[in-house]
T-cell receptor
Framework: AQTVTQSQPEMSVQEAETVTLSCTYDTSESNYYLFWYKQPPSRQMILVIRQEAYKQQNATENRFSVNFQKAAKSFSLKISDSQLGDTAMYFCAFMKHVGGGSQGNLIFGKGTKLSVKP | DTAVSQTPKYLVTQMGNDKSIKCEQNLGHDTMYWYKQDSKKFLKIMFSYNNKELIINETVPNRFSPKSPDKAHLNLHINSLELGDSAVYFC??????????????FGPGTRLLVL
């Protein structure tokens, strides 16, 4: 069974600074996907960034980027130029690749609560 | 335009009642899911469903049942509600055809409180 571990229950960062959220996972699968979702106080689950395991290049989305280390089974999220609106719970998630028309389920970590301070 | 919507957003009910939560997606996806987020914010899959199969997480009590009238809807029925069912329930959807990353898009969640 796959597991996802987020070792930082809470973090804080000053506005405009950079913060990195950690995520490690355990799997015997060779082909899978990794995601970061954000859940602000509004409760909505918002996709931040995603990564295919077979791609060596780290994904980036504007101020968000990941450091994907497949051998170490690590998938950290870096937020640059932090903004007040980045305050949220951040969830790391794993999905194994399933062939054909099937779909793997998301397995979530327990989340990291990020506070951006003015 | 709301991609994945859920109704109601809040649901307060008594123990023992039966309730339903509705989910609709207008993304043209053919796979839908229900997740439960407990009081500690932990998210766990309950069901995944497409027009071919229903996959049930074995930890889900059989008081919970998904019902899909069509590809755009997956409703969640809960019978004989218990205090421990209090949680936020999220619906999600993704395309199920082969090829490419199948990102799941979430609804706004339904906060269920059982008294």
């Amino acid at each position: 069974a796959q597991t996802v571990t987020q070792s930082q229950p809470e973090m804080s960062v000053q506005e405009a600074e950079t913060v990195t959220l950690s995520c490690t996972y355990d799997t015997s699968e060779s082909n899978y996907y990794l995601f970061w979702y954000k859940q602000p106080p509004s409760r909505q689950m918002i996709l931040v960034i995603r990564q295919e395991a077979y791609k060596q290049q780290n994904a980036t989305e504007n101020r968000f980027s990941v450091n994907f280390q497949k051998a170490a089974k690590s998938f950290s999220l870096k937020i640059s130029d932090s903004q007040l609106g980045d305050t949220a719970m951040y969830f790391c998630a794993f999905m194994k690749h399933v062939g054909g028309g099937s779909q793997g389920n998301l397995i979530f970590g327990k989340g990291t609560k990020l506070s951006v301070k003015p | 335009d709301t991609a994945v919507s859920q109704t109601p957003k809040y649901l307060v009910t008594q123990m023992g009642n039966d309730k339903s939560i509705k989910c609709e997606q207008n993304l043209g996806h053919d796979t839908m899911y229900w997740y439960k987020q407990d009081s500690k914010k932990f998210l766990k899959i309950m069901f995944s469903y497409n027009n071919k199969e229903l996959i049930i997480n074995e930890t889900v009590p059989n008081r919970f049942s998904p019902k899909s009238p069509d590809k755009a809807h997956l409703n969640l029925h809960i019978n004989s509600l218990e205090l421990g069912d209090s949680a936020v329930y999220f619906c999600a959807s993704s395309r199920g055809t082969s090829g490419g990353i199948k990102t799941q898009y979430f609804g706004p969640g339904t906060r269920l409180l059982v008294l």
